[in-house]
């Protein structure tokens, strides 16, 4: 971890894995604070909400405007650059002042922005000020599972006011590489790239490939005008000792990753270098499969809210993230749906690098209005830009269970916007499939995902033993497609089912159905997992859920992540080994 005037930073770690500088500052730690006014009469501790008790505050009272303000001096080695302010989130949106200079007015809670606030600096002691405005009741603001109501309820959370990912500085030279899109192309060994460059416009970027430290490819290119794109092909001489699909590919079982350098230079002065890495990894989808690197792939997943008991939508720690996915993976899972939730990249990071695979999913609003559609269309294109890069994404899910567009079973306007974003997001990315409206009332979808929390065994049996009665399924008194929309061949897969509660501990809680003993849940799991793996036509599924989360007790971990019975026997249940 950084220190900060001799005392240790929480979340101190480099919060942009995929994109790595060495001049850099965390601003993560103690803050003033306070409720509607600029009074600054509390303390907090930043990156965690005042809702959590891991920001020092810990209160669920109702504010609709919070107040933050920090003292900074720069590090000697980042005086005379510029220097960039990144915020990783804040929810839902704020006005940034650096020395009582307005900066930046941004709108939007799970996806970061940044600022250039060189000319605003003076010698010595600097001051942010970050002014947060969050309408608790606001129902067409993208939101997830944070409750407009001020105690939990139902599938509903506490809400996470303000300043909820890592604040950092970042120093770069005059001119600086703004970002790289990196696309792999398994077919043909090769890495394309689309790069910007902020600053200048004539300079030289030189682009350094290499594998277990082995340099395979090296490249510079010329720029006339700040921006440009090139291939890279991997060299097949250097990479003889490999097999490249088998070897090479990046799959969960077996997560390579290459590893880049960029190097900007200007008249043969370097003036930015950045550290990156991606995975040579395909997903498909040809004659109604799922395919992985070009083979069949069955997903079998968690649904992970993404929340912990004393920082809420902010991990306690790094190693937290690490915790979730070895934690799934010993288990028998191979993936999460991270659930109306845009997650940290560095949760990314460790999913890229332990080999786990990720559906990207934005937190929905719940009232359709042309307002909403403005505010979850520009944050969805953020998350799709910002996470592109990841190889652990595989799936993208702009919408779930029809919120935000109640009516989209009749209504044409709501179907239109379920099919607008579907080609949006295809419009910025052609690497993943998209999933139009996770669970039911599909439009024009890649995949069929289905939610079924029915939890008799023989029922299950016989609804996925026929791709007929899969398709009458009307579950929750929904339909799979909207009207004048149907099935045309996709892969299926069973997004949201299970969801068995059992209270381990004093936590209290409620789930879909109640086991009431150790062997009387992994039966109820086994009885829900086994008519789906038995399916000829299920592709995967999603389980809910990874953990119980506040009043929800349906996770396989507790709230605090402990097992509620043996790993092993889960894993055999997912692999379909168990003996009962």
Request: proline content about 4%; aromatic content about 12%; overall charge negative.
């Amino acid at each position: 971890m950084q220190t900060d005037n001799h005392k240790t930073v929480p979340r101190g770690e480099y919060p942009r894995p995929q994109f790595v500088r060495d001049s850099w500052m965390s601003l993560n730690g103690e803050w003033d604070f306070s409720f509607e006014t600029d009074s600054f009469d509390q303390k907090i501790i930043v990156p965690y909400v005042y809702q959590s008790k891991r920001s020092g505050i810990g209160s669920n009272e109702e504010c609709d405007v919070i107040w933050y303000r920090r003292n900074f001096v720069l590090p000697e080695d980042m005086q005379g650059k510029r220097i960039l302010l990144h915020f990783g989130a804040v929810d839902y949106s704020c006005r940034v002042w650096v020395n009582d200079h307005f900066m930046m007015f941004h709108e939007g809670g799970h996806v970061g922005f940044e600022m250039e606030i060189t000319e605003a600096l003076k010698a010595g002691e600097n001051t942010v000020v970050v002014r947060v405005e969050d309408r608790v009741k606001d129902l067409e603001m993208p939101r997830g599972k944070q409750f407009w109501k001020t105690e939990s309820e139902g599938i509903f959370y506490t809400r996470s006011t303000g300043i909820w990912q890592s604040v950092w500085l970042e120093a770069v030279g005059e001119g600086y590489l703004d970002h790289v899109h990196i696309t792999p192309d398994l077919d043909h060994m090769k890495a394309e790239f689309q790069y910007e460059i902020n600053g200048v416009v004539k300079a030289q970027l030189k682009t350094r490939i290499s594998f277990e430290g082995c340099e395979l490819a090296a490249l510079t290119v010329d720029t006339e005008r700040g921006e440009g794109s090139f291939s890279v092909m991997l060299d097949q001489q250097l990479l003889r000792n490999w097999n490249f699909q088998e070897d090479l590919a990046w799959t969960p079982e077996n997560p390579r990753l290459f590893d880049v350098v960029f190097t900007l230079s200007v008249d043969g002065k370097v003036v930015d270098e950045v550290t990156s890495y991606f995975g040579m990894r395909k997903i498909s989808v040809e004659n109604g499969r799922f395919l992985l690197n070009n083979r069949p792939y069955f997903q079998k997943l968690l649904l992970d809210q993404g929340y912990w008991r004393e920082s809420l939508l902010t991990a306690p720690e790094d190693e937290d993230f690490v915790k979730d996915i070895e934690l799934a993976k010993s288990m028998g899972f191979n993936g999460v749906r991270k659930h109306q939730k845009i997650e940290d990249p560095r949760f990314l990071y460790h999913a890229d690098r332990l080999g786990f695979l990720v559906w990207g999913e934005i937190a929905a609003a719940y009232v359709y209005s042309r307002k909403y559609v403005q505010r979850i269309t520009k944050e969805w294109m953020a998350e799709i830009i910002r996470d592109y890069n990841h190889p652990c994404i595989v799936a993208w899910t702009p919408l779930n269970e029809s919120w935000g567009v109640p009516n989209i079973k009749d209504n044409v306007e709501q179907q239109s916007h379920s099919a607008a974003m579907i080609y949006l997001t295809k419009s910025l990315d052609t690497t993943r499939p998209v999933i139009s409206n996770d669970g039911w009332e599909h439009t024009c979808t890649d995949l069929l995902t289905i939610h079924d929390y029915e939890w008799k065994r023989e029922v299950l049996e016989k609804r996925y033993n026929s791709l007929e009665n899969i398709l009458q399924l009307c579950a929750a008194g929904r339909p799979l497609f909207a009207n004048g929309w149907e099935y045309e061949g996709q892969p299926i897969l069973v997004t949201e089912f299970g969801g068995i509660s059992y209270q381990k501990g004093e936590s209290a809680g409620w789930g879909y159905s109640n086991a009431e003993s150790d062997e009387d849940f992994a039966k109820r799991y086994n009885d829900v997992i086994a008519p789906l793996l038995d399916s000829p036509y299920v592709q995967g599924f999603c389980y809910t859920e990874l953990t119980d989360v506040e009043q929800e007790i349906n996770g396989l971990l507790t709230y605090d992540r402990e097992p509620k019975i043996s790993v092993d026997i889960i894993r055999e249940i997912n692999e379909g080994k168990w003996q009962g």
